[in-house]
């Protein structure tokens, strides 16, 4: 099995006891890590790597002769304030170092589990901070002891291993102190663990510097001359590989030919192994990735409807608006047929390969795909308001013809009632013949209205006839009987 391992070195001012907290997994406390499993708890391991008066006596043979000399010059000098009294006085004033190794990843240890347990003697548990994702928790508390033992046991032995390379060894430099190996978390079982460092300046003076301790090491072990970032990329290299064969000789000693054996791996020459919050950001984006994928999928097949009753409406639309107005624009341009076909445009083909790469484009062209269809279905509103107006329209003049037609019934019944009155009008005057020919018109309202004015000419010298005749007539009965009663006039 190919695993990577990694150690994070960290210098602060409280150093150890600025991790104290993280390292009480007590259920009763409300820690800030939410993937630990407390039944797992009893299985982690505290210690020191050497009793405390050991590594006092190491401290006090590297700094003691620094120490009491800067006090003497400090108490010659007349600055008392100055004096530190004692090495451990003045290490509590400098930066502490800390440090998280761990090897493998949660993989590498469900892998393990499912090669070295029995089934039946783990369960898959969803991990709290990421509820998409399981780990494997080995619930029987024999096997549970057996297997977490060996991580404990090979972690405890890294961290106790002078490691040696070229004469310069690993204690020269770092004395590691404190340790907590933690094997009840959801990722892999790592440790953490205190170092004091021993360490000199370019002029020879002491130092607990954690980047000039790491350049003097490196430079001892290499013999060459090397940067800060230079030589903690070597410090990790070096015991990464330390640190993976612990764990093969471990689990080798505890389970025989059952283990398969570890194979320590780098990704990259500019890999340096990945901390395990590295890890779990890791799998959480790679989580949010395949639930984000989930989500396009079903937001696609959204897309896919939508799209179809778009184009059934964009049908319907379409007919509508080539009845109202056949010079309207195209509600589909060339460009969104294009878009509409699929993400081909947006893809790179790949001629050696034979094969269509759209992936890394995938997002994109949903992208804009879906301001495509968000443009359309406002065009298509925008639309559907306008045949609204248009059908508006349409009724009211619609309503403004009935109107009218009823105008026009009621002129024509009223021309109707005039012909009648006209012709009643001619048969009084004797005029017969005119009488009918008004009453066999059937001229439409237009011309008879156009013709009013000569049938008016026409009753009126009807009348004057009619009049004229009649007044003849008189004269004439006038005549007539003034003749009876007188006589015929006599002539001239």
């Known amino acids: 099995m190919k695993v990577t391992s990694t150690i994070n070195l960290s210098s602060s001012s409280r150093g150890w006891t600025g991790v104290k907290k993280h390292?009480?997994?007590?259920?009763?406390?409300?820690?800030?890590?939410?993937?630990?499993?407390?039944?797992?708890?009893?299985?982690?391991?505290?210690?020191?790597?050497?009793?405390?008066?050991?590594?006092?006596?190491?401290?006090?043979?590297?700094?003691?002769?620094?120490?009491?000399?800067?006090?003497?010059?400090?108490?010659?000098?007349?600055?008392?304030?100055r004096v530190?009294?004692?090495?451990?006085?003045?290490?509590?004033?400098?930066n502490k170092i800390t440090a998280v190794a761990t090897v493998g990843d949660m993989e590498n240890r469900n892998e393990l589990i499912k090669q070295l347990c029995p089934e039946g003697s783990y369960k898959a548990i969803q991990?709290?901070?990421?509820?998409?994702?399981?780990?494997?928790?080995?619930?029987?508390s024999a096997v549970a002891k057996k297997f977490y033992g060996v991580y404990t046991e090979a972690l405890v032995n890294f961290l106790k291993t002078n490691y040696k390379i070229n004469g310069a060894s690993c204690y020269s430099y770092f004395i590691p102190g404190r340790y907590s190996v933690h094997v009840d978390e959801a990722g892999a079982p790592h440790i953490h663990y205190e170092l004091y460092a021993t360490g000199k300046t370019k002029k020879g003076r002491p130092t607990v510097s954690l980047n000039q301790t790491l350049v003097k090491y490196a430079e001892r072990a290499t013999g060459s001359h090397m940067s800060g970032r230079e030589a903690l990329k070597w410090y990790r290299s070096f015991n990464?590989?330390?640190?993976?064969?612990?764990?093969?000789?471990?689990?080798?000693?505890?389970?025989?030919?059952?283990?398969?054996?570890?194979?320590?791996?780098?990704?990259?020459?500019?890999?340096?192994?990945?901390?395990?919050e590295q890890v779990k950001n890791i799998k959480r984006q790679e989580?949010?990735?395949?639930?984000?994928?989930?989500?396009?999928?079903?937001?696609?097949?959204?897309?896919?409807?939508?799209?179809?009753?778009?184009?059934?409406?964009?049908?319907?639309?379409?007919?509508?608006?080539?009845?109202?107005?056949?010079?309207?624009?195209?509600i589909s341009p060339a460009e969104e047929l294009v878009l509409a076909r699929g993400p081909e445009s947006y893809g790179k083909w790949n001629e050696e390969n034979e094969q269509r790469d759209f992936l890394p484009y995938v997002f994109t062209w949903l992208k804009e795909f879906a301001k495509k269809l968000k443009e359309r279905w406002e065009e298509i509103v925008k639309r559907e308001k306008i045949l609204?107006?248009?059908?508006?329209?349409?009724?009211?003049?619609?309503?403004?013809?009935?109107?009218?037609?009823?105008?026009?019934?009621?002129?024509?019944?009223?021309?109707?009632?005039?012909?009648?009155?006209?012709?009643?009008?001619?048969?009084?005057?004797?005029?017969?013949?005119?009488?009918?020919?008004?009453?066999?018109?059937?001229?439409?309202?237009?011309?008879?209205?156009?013709?009013?004015?000569?049938?008016?000419?026409?009753?009126?010298?009807?009348?004057?006839?009619?009049?004229?005749?009649?007044?003849?007539?008189?004269?004439?009965?006038?005549?007539l009987g003034l003749e009876q009663k007188y006589g015929k006039p006599r002539e001239r």
Do not use: W
């Not at 993976?244 to 890999?271: S, W």
């Open 240 to 276: 990464d590989q330390h640190l993976t064969r612990a764990l093969d000789a471990q689990f080798k000693e505890v389970y025989g030919d059952r283990f398969k054996g570890l194979e320590f791996y780098r990704k990259g020459t500019q890999d340096v192994g990945r901390s395990m």
């Open 388 to 479: 609204d107006e248009h059908e508006k329209t349409l009724n009211e003049r619609e309503k403004a013809l009935n109107t009218r037609e009823k105008s026009l019934t009621k002129q024509e019944e009223k021309v109707q009632k005039t012909k009648e009155e006209i012709a009643d009008c001619l048969d009084s005057l004797g005029q017969s013949n005119m009488a009918q020919l008004v009453r066999n018109n059937t001229d439409n309202l237009g011309e008879f209205n156009g013709k009013k004015n000569h049938l008016s000419d026409l009753v009126k010298v009807a009348i004057e006839e009619a009049t004229t005749k009649q007044l003849r007539q008189t004269k004439r009965q006038i005549n």
């Open 287 to 330: 989580n949010e990735l395949k639930a984000r994928q989930q989500d396009l999928e079903v937001e696609q097949q959204q897309i896919a409807e939508k799209v179809k009753l778009v184009n059934e409406l964009e049908e319907e639309i379409t007919k509508i608006a080539d009845e109202i107005d056949p010079q309207r624009p195209p």
């Open 127 to 140: 991990i709290p901070s990421s509820p998409n994702s399981e780990t494997l928790v080995i619930t029987d």
């Open 23 to 81: 390292m009480e997994h007590d259920p009763k406390l409300n820690h800030a890590n939410k993937d630990i499993f407390n039944d797992l708890t009893k299985y982690n391991r505290s210690g020191t790597a050497f009793p405390d008066e050991v590594i006092t006596r190491r401290l006090d043979n590297f700094f003691g002769d620094y120490v009491r000399e800067h006090d003497a010059k400090a108490i010659q000098n007349r600055h008392p304030e």
């Open 84 to 94: 530190y009294g004692s090495v451990k006085k003045y290490l509590d004033g400098k």
